[in-house]
């Protein structure tokens, strides 16, 4: 993460970049002023830092640039292999991902067109090779041109068909030229219509299919028929004799799941994932022989996933193909469906292909890529798989046919078929006989279609009124075809099939309850304007003219606005309904399930992008795969516009949990109540355990021994709020303690940066939760009550105030009443504080739950490893070594040889000589850790080189170890002199705390010595330092603070007021002093930690209640002299 990579605006960078700059200029200038520099000084020190500082934050804005600059030199030389690093989430950062993305891209598209240019060579070699051999064959007289021969030429051309065929299909996915057309469809008449077709491939291969009724889903359905044909297709060539194939439909979640299952010997787990691509074949010999060239998984990819689902293969027996589809419809319930009436019966020659009757008042629309006729004007017709409802792919005879309507209630003999004379049809609501069929082979066998509603088509009209089959819309809505029977729609006049055409009316039904919230809501807002408005106006006019002028003004200023809200909220509601569609009609085909209406872009192509089925807006960056541009059919959409990134842009989150929210609000409440109005003690604990307790379903993924120990450890530190008294130890320990609770719920600390990064995850994490509780925020604000009930309650606010007001100022009694209840109780005090500690208790627990869902962030270390000669590293940490071998040298004989020497060299007190130095003794420790890690870090050396540099490493922590050993001794013979300080006992634990890290150092350097990892390492230190801060807390350290200064300095040298400001833990050992000193530094003590009365519930505390307890034996007594004696 780079400087200012949060910010989404790169101006915005630039202007903050400007401003620190010069802040920094001036904050050194003025430095330099009170330090009494020269100008000329303090302006090139500012110059200079300012530009280190515009230096280290606009590297972030910059270096992308040029790494951008630099991968595109090497992409214009034909490798595609080179990234750019992209951490904001500005415009440049937007750029990155971009660029990333397009050399993704243009990389496989190298790939994949090196690849498509082998496999089809070599695809087209092999079936060209075969028709050759036997033309050439019956050219040479070889072969007889016998129907042999000839069917062999036909199958290798057949072949040769389906590989163009498929890469045609391919290259329209791929170029965009065939767009999804969504519709609802109903799954069971596809997968029926599928399995029929399937069955023609062999015969001892039983398939059955398995759910399905009742589902409908939103795509394409040649698009989905070409899915289930491929799938079967590969299911059933695959099969075992006497296997079987299934096709199980099914609802998952928000969308469907289509499994087709086969016996066959299965896919390998190994192949799985290069199974879908093009020219992909797992047995190339078995699938050339069947007349497959891998590219139907391929195409079912493809299409697949430009519906927006997912296809994986299931591990079970055989092989089993899962489809994922999102948008799944709900069906009809049985009461609204339409009763199916009595199918026509079909007569005509065997040969001819009989109409497939679509339901009453139309059924599926007849798309022109799925009919065979035009697909966009211009073409050439073309064929495609049949869905159930559509008409056969074939053309119409030479000779033009007509269809007669005979009037309602006439009965039909028989249907007519496309390439014959009609000679009669039954009408709408007249029975027949005979089952619809579709997909007529040439020789007349017909599959039924099992519920399928039918349709008759019109017979015996007047001959002016002949519509040829195949006739325009404009044709069939003029021909005078009667509808009786069939009731037209709200709006729609009846057209010919029982459809509808568009009359001019109300666009669209007239919605009264969004309108009447509407006007509420513009009501409210009014009102309140109008009231805020009113007082400054009442003010000023009751200045000017009096008091009852000031009421009547703010009530005629309310109820003015009022009335103006009122109106604009009721004149919104004709626009929101949005422009009325074209009055002209759009006539229904005989085959179409509704009349054609233009889109909504199509009508008016200036209004935004509706809504998608879901609620959401389409992603600008993301072009819709359902959406279409007026005359676009069949090309590739216009790239979408580009939309800057917010400000503040919103990061990658997981899915919020449900529970979340009541959760995050139950805490705030309890921290709410449990904290406030004492100090820390039993409710920071509470709240602690109340916070771990919520957020428990997250944290059970994170579960592993160390973090399980650093819970534990993080629990125990936090606890000791409710024992110890002393602020500046509980605010140390809560610290250490929130940091180990983060550590542990983020998971991390395999390194260095793992453990820092881990320990501020939470903190990291507070800046996301917004957009992170913002999700069900928006679903529980989203529902219809909440806008009316939020509007409700503000015009009943505004009327109370208005009239309580006013019946106020007429009765004194009544304005008694109100004043006391209007009168803040002593809890609204709190309030604010309360609502601080509700967002803030909330807010943390959010963040624990978003930390514990996302995945454990390690940040890996730049490789920093570097070579250098060996006199370069060698020379200074051996020079160290002896230098330190000398100090330690002469620490012994100071420091172990008496009083008599230090006096004898020095002429110092051997107190002074202990205090001399202990803290510089203690930094020279802390600077060896940084020699040790940036040596065993940095360099990298050969075999030999590591035990000489270990060996250096491990001599010089010794050495350090014995200084710290001399530094701890100075300490004792300086506190045995003068006794202990809060600062003495902090430092004399760290002197400690080094002591065990050096010893960790020098095991871990051991274990890497042997050719074993150490990363164990950083956790353990930080155990270490955890269970250092527990015991620092169990030896109480203001106790042996006030134990010592007692003990060793005596009552005529303690310093009163010093010891006045020790917590309660201090109140046993201060007790033992003399009277009046006694009650003179106790009653500072009980003073300084609120000791005079009791805790409340939340605020209990051990330490406090055992002294209040032991004050209570022994009060204090009053004394005249406590100012001299603290003076």
């Given at each position: 993460?780079r400087?200012?990579?949060?910010?989404?605006?790169?101006?915005?960078?630039?202007g903050?970049?400007?401003?620190?700059?010069?802040?920094?200029?001036?904050?050194?200038?003025?430095?330099?002023?009170?330090?009494?520099?020269?100008?000329?000084?303090?302006?090139?020190?500012?110059?200079?830092?300012?530009?280190?500082?515009?230096?280290?934050?606009?590297?972030?804005?910059?270096?992308?640039?040029?790494?951008?600059?630099?991968?595109?030199?090497?992409?214009?030389?034909?490798?595609?292999?080179?990234?750019?690093?992209?951490?904001?989430?500005?415009?440049?950062g937007?750029?990155?991902?971009?660029?990333?993305?397009?050399?993704?891209?243009?990389?496989?598209?190298?790939?994949?067109?090196?690849?498509?240019?082998?496999?089809?060579?070599?695809?087209?070699?092999?079936?060209?090779?075969?028709?050759?051999?036997?033309?050439?064959?019956?050219?040479?007289?070889?072969?007889?041109?016998?129907?042999?021969?000839?069917?062999?030429?036909?199958?290798?051309a057949?072949?040769?068909?389906?590989?163009?065929?498929?890469?045609?299909?391919?290259?329209?996915?791929?170029?965009?030229?065939?767009?999804?057309?969504?519709?609802?469809?109903?799954?069971?008449?596809?997968?029926?219509?599928?399995?029929?077709?399937?069955?023609?491939?062999?015969?001892?291969?039983?398939?059955?299919?398995?759910?399905?009724?009742?589902?409908?889903?939103?795509?394409?359905?040649?698009?989905?028929?070409?899915?289930?044909?491929?799938?079967?297709?590969?299911?059933?060539?695959?099969?075992?004799?006497?296997?079987?194939?299934?096709?199980?439909?099914?609802?998952?979640?928000?969308?469907?799941?289509?499994?087709?299952?086969?016996?066959?010997?299965?896919?390998?787990?190994?192949?799985?994932?290069?199974?879908?691509?093009?020219?992909?074949?797992?047995?190339?010999?078995?699938?050339?022989?069947?007349?497959?060239?891998?590219?139907?998984?391929?195409?079912?990819?493809?299409?697949?996933?430009?519906?927006?689902?997912?296809?994986?293969?299931?591990?079970c027996?055989?092989?089993?193909?899962?489809?994922?589809?999102?948008?799944?419809?709900?069906?009809?319930?049985?009461?609204?469906?339409?009763?199916?009436?009595?199918?026509?019966?079909?007569?005509?020659?065997?040969?001819?292909?009989?109409?497939?009757?679509?339901?009453?008042?139309?059924?599926?629309?007849?798309?022109?890529?799925?009919?065979?006729?035009?697909?966009?004007?211009?073409?050439?017709?073309?064929?495609?798989?049949?869905?159930?409802?559509?008409?056969?792919?074939?053309a119409?005879?030479?000779?033009?046919?007509?269809?007669?309507?005979?009037?309602?209630?006439?009965?039909?003999?028989?249907?007519?078929?496309?390439?014959?004379?009609?000679?009669?049809?039954?009408?709408?609501?007249?029975?027949?006989?005979?089952?619809?069929?579709?997909?007529?082979?040439?020789?007349?066998?017909?599959?039924?279609?099992?519920?399928?509603?039918?349709?008759?088509?019109?017979?015996?009209?007047?001959?002016?009124?002949?519509?040829?089959?195949?006739?325009?819309?404009?044709?069939?809505s003029?021909a005078?075809?009667?509808?009786?029977?069939?009731?037209?729609?709200?709006?729609?006049?009846?057209?010919?099939?029982?459809?509808?055409v568009?009359?001019?009316?109300?666009?669209?039904?007239?919605?009264?309850g969004?309108?009447?919230?509407?006007?509420?809501?513009?009501?409210?807002?009014?009102?309140?304007?109008?009231?805020?408005?009113?007082?400054?106006?009442?003010?000023?006019?009751?200045?000017?003219?009096?008091?009852?002028?000031?009421?009547?003004?703010l009530?005629?200023?309310?109820?003015?606005?009022?009335?103006?809200?009122?109106?604009?909220?009721?004149?919104?509601?004709?626009g929101?309904?949005?422009?009325?569609?074209?009055?002209?009609p759009?006539?229904?085909?005989p085959?179409?399930?509704?009349?054609?209406?233009?889109?909504?872009?199509?009508?008016?192509?200036?209004?935004?992008?509706?809504?998608?089925?879901?609620?959401?807006?389409?992603?600008?960056?993301?072009?819709?795969?359902?959406?279409?541009?007026?005359?676009q059919?069949?090309?590739?959409?216009?790239?979408?516009?580009?939309?800057?990134?917010?400000?503040?842009?919103?990061?990658?989150?997981?899915?919020?949990p449900?529970?979340?929210?009541?959760?995050?609000?139950?805490?705030?409440?309890?921290?709410?109540?449990?904290?406030?109005?004492?100090?820390?003690?039993?409710?920071?604990?509470?709240?602690?355990?109340?916070?771990?307790?919520?957020?428990?379903?997250?944290?059970?993924?994170?579960?592993?021994?160390?973090?399980?120990?650093?819970?534990?450890?993080?629990?125990?530190?936090?606890?000791?709020?409710?024992?110890?008294?002393?602020?500046?130890?509980?605010?140390?320990?809560?610290?250490?303690?929130?940091?180990?609770?983060?550590?542990?719920v983020s998971?991390?600390?395999s390194?260095w940066?793992?453990?820092?990064?881990?320990?501020?995850?939470?903190?990291?994490?507070?800046?996301?939760?917004?957009?992170?509780?913002?999700?069900?925020?928006?679903?529980?604000?989203?529902?219809?009550?909440?806008?009316?009930?939020?509007?409700?309650?503000?015009?009943?606010?505004?009327?109370?105030?208005?009239?309580?007001?006013?019946?106020?100022?007429?009765?004194?009694?009544?304005?008694?009443?109100?004043?006391?209840?209007?009168?803040?109780?002593?809890?609204?005090?709190?309030?604010?504080?309360?609502?601080?500690?509700?967002?803030?208790?909330?807010?943390?627990?959010?963040?624990?739950?978003?930390?514990?869902?996302?995945?454990?962030?390690?940040?890996e270390?730049?490789?920093?490893?570097?070579?250098?000669?060996?006199?370069?590293?060698?020379?200074?940490?051996?020079?160290?070594?002896?230098?330190?071998?000398?100090?330690?040298?002469v620490?012994?004989?100071?420091?172990?040889?008496?009083?008599?020497?230090?006096?004898?060299?020095?002429?110092?007190?051997?107190?002074?000589?202990?205090?001399?130095?202990?803290?510089?003794l203690v930094?020279?420790?802390?600077?060896?850790?940084?020699?040790?890690?940036?040596?065993?870090?940095?360099?990298?050396?050969?075999?030999?080189?590591?035990?000489?540099?270990?060996?250096?490493?491990?001599?010089?922590?010794?050495?350090?170890?014995?200084?710290?050993?001399?530094?701890?001794?100075?300490?004792?013979?300086?506190?045995?002199?003068?006794?202990?300080?809060?600062?003495?006992?902090?430092?004399?634990?760290?002197?400690?705390?080094l002591?065990?890290?050096?010893?960790?150092?020098?095991?871990?350097?051991?274990?890497?010595?042997?050719?074993?990892?150490?990363?164990?390492?950083?956790?353990?230190?930080?155990?270490?330092t955890?269970?250092?801060?527990?015991a620092?807390?169990?030896?109480?350290?203001?106790?042996?603070?006030?134990?010592?200064?007692?003990?060793?300095?005596?009552?005529?040298?303690?310093?009163?007021?010093?010891?006045?400001?020790?917590?309660?833990?201090?109140?046993?050992?201060?007790?033992?002093?003399?009277?009046?000193?006694?009650?003179?530094?106790?009653?500072?003590?009980?003073?300084?930690?609120?000791l005079?009365?009791?805790?409340?519930?939340?605020?209990?505390?051990?330490?406090?209640?055992?002294?209040?307890?032991?004050?209570?034996?022994?009060?204090?007594?009053?004394?005249?002299?406590?100012?001299?004696?603290?003076?």
């Amino acid at each position: 993460m780079r400087p200012l990579d949060f910010l989404g605006r790169i101006k915005v960078k630039l202007g903050l970049v400007i401003v620190l700059a010069v802040a920094t200029a001036f904050v050194v200038n003025e430095a330099g002023i009170a330090a009494g520099l020269p100008r000329e000084i303090r302006i090139a020190v500012a110059v200079a830092l300012s530009l280190v500082m515009v230096q280290v934050l606009a590297r972030g804005m910059t270096k992308p640039l040029r790494e951008m600059a630099r991968a595109a030199q090497t992409i214009a030389k034909g490798r595609y292999t080179l990234r750019v690093r992209a951490t904001s989430r500005d415009e440049v950062g937007e750029l990155a991902r971009a660029f990333n993305a397009m050399a993704a891209d243009l990389g496989e598209v190298d790939r994949q067109r090196r690849e498509l240019v082998a496999n089809v060579s070599h695809e087209l070699r092999t079936p060209i090779t075969g028709l050759r051999a036997v033309l050439e064959n019956v050219v040479d007289g070889v072969s007889a041109p016998d129907p042999g021969t000839m069917r062999t030429a036909l199958a290798q051309a057949d072949r040769l068909g389906r590989l163009v065929a498929q890469l045609l299909d391919l290259s329209r996915l791929d170029s965009g030229v065939r767009l999804i057309e969504p519709e609802v469809v109903e799954l069971a008449p596809l997968v029926e219509q599928a399995l029929r077709e399937a069955a023609l491939a062999r015969e001892d291969v039983r398939l059955v299919a398995l759910g399905g009724g009742g589902l409908e889903v939103r795509a394409d359905p040649d698009l989905l028929a070409q899915v289930l044909a491929n799938l079967l297709d590969n299911a059933v060539r695959h099969s075992p004799p006497g296997g079987v194939v299934t096709v199980a439909a099914g609802p998952r979640a928000d969308g469907v799941r289509i499994t087709v299952a086969d016996q066959g010997p299965g896919i390998p787990a190994s192949a799985r994932a290069r199974v879908f691509e093009r020219f992909s074949r797992l047995d190339a010999a078995r699938a050339a022989d069947a007349g497959g060239a891998g590219l139907g998984l391929a195409i079912v990819k493809e299409i697949v996933e430009l519906h927006g689902g997912s296809i994986h293969i299931d591990d079970c027996a055989g092989c089993r193909m899962v489809v994922d589809l999102p948008g799944r419809t709900s069906m009809p319930s049985e009461r609204e469906r339409p009763v199916a009436p009595v199918p026509p019966v079909v007569a005509g020659g065997g040969s001819a292909r009989p109409v497939v009757t679509p339901p009453v008042g139309g059924a599926a629309a007849l798309d022109p890529t799925v009919a065979g006729t035009a697909g966009a004007e211009g073409e050439a017709p073309t064929t495609g798989p049949l869905r159930p409802g559509a008409l056969p792919a074939e053309a119409p005879s030479a000779g033009a046919l007509t269809a007669a309507a005979p009037s309602v209630g006439t009965p039909a003999t028989a249907a007519p078929s496309v390439g014959t004379p009609a000679t009669a049809a039954p009408s709408v609501d007249t029975p027949a006989t005979g089952t619809p069929s579709v997909g007529t082979s040439a020789g007349g066998t017909s599959l039924p279609v099992e519920g399928a509603v039918p349709q008759s088509l019109p017979a015996e009209a007047p001959a002016g009124d002949a519509v040829p089959v195949g006739a325009s819309a404009a044709e069939v809505s003029t021909a005078g075809v009667s509808t009786a029977g069939v009731p037209a729609a709200e709006g729609w006049a009846a057209g010919a099939g029982g459809s509808g055409v568009r009359q001019a009316g109300p666009p669209f039904p007239a919605d009264p309850g969004g309108r009447l919230g509407r006007m509420v809501a513009g009501a409210a807002i009014g009102l309140l304007l109008g009231f805020l408005g009113g007082i400054f106006v009442a003010v000023f006019v009751s200045v000017m003219v009096g008091d009852g002028a000031a009421l009547l003004a703010l009530v005629l200023s309310t109820a003015l606005l009022g009335a103006i809200g009122l109106a604009l909220g009721a004149g919104s509601g004709r626009g929101a309904q949005g422009p009325r569609p074209y009055p002209a009609p759009y006539p229904q085909s005989p085959y179409q399930q509704s009349p054609y209406q233009p889109g909504p872009h199509q009508q008016h192509p200036h209004l935004p992008a509706p809504r998608r089925e879901d609620g959401r807006r389409p992603d600008p960056h993301r072009p819709d795969p359902y959406a279409t541009q007026p005359g676009q059919e069949g090309r590739q959409p216009p790239p979408p516009a580009y939309v800057p990134p917010p400000l503040f842009p919103q990061p990658d989150l997981p899915e919020t949990p449900r529970w979340l929210l009541p959760a995050a609000a139950g805490a705030g409440v309890f921290g709410a109540v449990a904290l406030p109005g004492a100090q820390a003690g039993l409710g920071v604990v509470l709240v602690a355990m109340a916070l771990g307790a919520a957020a428990l379903p997250a944290l059970l993924r994170r579960l592993t021994p160390w973090t399980i120990t650093f819970g534990l450890l993080a629990y125990w530190l936090v606890s000791m709020a409710a024992v110890r008294d002393a602020d500046w130890l509980v605010g140390l320990l809560l610290a250490a303690g929130g940091a180990l609770a983060a550590l542990a719920v983020s998971g991390a600390g395999s390194g260095w940066l793992g453990v820092i990064r881990g320990g501020v995850s939470v903190l990291l994490a507070l800046g996301p939760v917004a957009w992170f509780l913002g999700r069900p925020l928006k679903r529980l604000t989203a529902r219809r009550r909440v806008l009316p009930m939020l509007a409700g309650l503000g015009i009943t606010a505004v009327l109370l105030l208005v009239f309580g007001l006013l019946f106020a100022s007429a009765d004194a009694v009544f304005a008694a009443y109100a004043e006391r209840l209007t009168s803040a109780p002593a809890w609204a005090e709190s309030a604010p504080l309360r609502i601080f500690l509700f967002v803030a208790v909330a807010a943390v627990l959010a963040a624990v739950v978003l930390v514990a869902l996302r995945p454990v962030n390690e940040p890996e270390a730049p490789e920093t490893k570097v070579s250098l000669s060996g006199p370069v590293w060698k020379l200074p940490l051996t020079a160290v070594n002896l230098l330190f071998g000398a100090f330690v040298a002469v620490q012994i004989t100071a420091l172990f040889g008496g009083d008599t020497l230090v006096l004898q060299t020095r002429g110092l007190t051997y107190a002074e000589y202990a205090r001399q130095g202990f803290f510089q003794l203690v930094v020279v420790s802390v600077f060896v850790l940084g020699i040790v890690g940036v040596a065993g870090g940095v360099l990298r050396t050969g075999r030999r080189d590591r035990w000489v540099l270990a060996g250096l490493l491990g001599l010089l922590c010794a050495l350090t170890m014995v200084v710290l050993v001399s530094a701890l001794h100075r300490l004792h013979l300086y506190t045995a002199a003068y006794g202990l300080s809060r600062l003495r006992v902090s430092v004399e634990a760290t002197v400690w705390w080094l002591g065990a890290v050096f010893l960790l150092v020098l095991l871990a350097g051991a274990v890497r010595l042997a050719g074993r990892s150490a990363g164990w390492l950083p956790r353990t230190v930080v155990l270490v330092t955890a269970l250092g801060l527990g015991a620092f807390a169990v030896v109480n350290p203001d106790l042996r603070v006030a134990e010592t200064q007692v003990g060793v300095r005596g009552v005529a040298k303690i310093d009163s007021d010093y010891l006045g400001d020790l917590g309660a833990e201090a109140v046993p050992a201060l007790d033992r002093l003399p009277e009046p000193q006694r009650s003179c530094v106790l009653a500072a003590v009980v003073a300084a930690n609120g000791l005079a009365g009791p805790d409340p519930w939340n605020g209990w505390n051990l330490a406090r209640s055992r002294a209040r307890d032991l004050l209570a034996e022994r009060p204090l007594v009053a004394s005249p002299t406590c100012a001299r004696i603290r003076s």
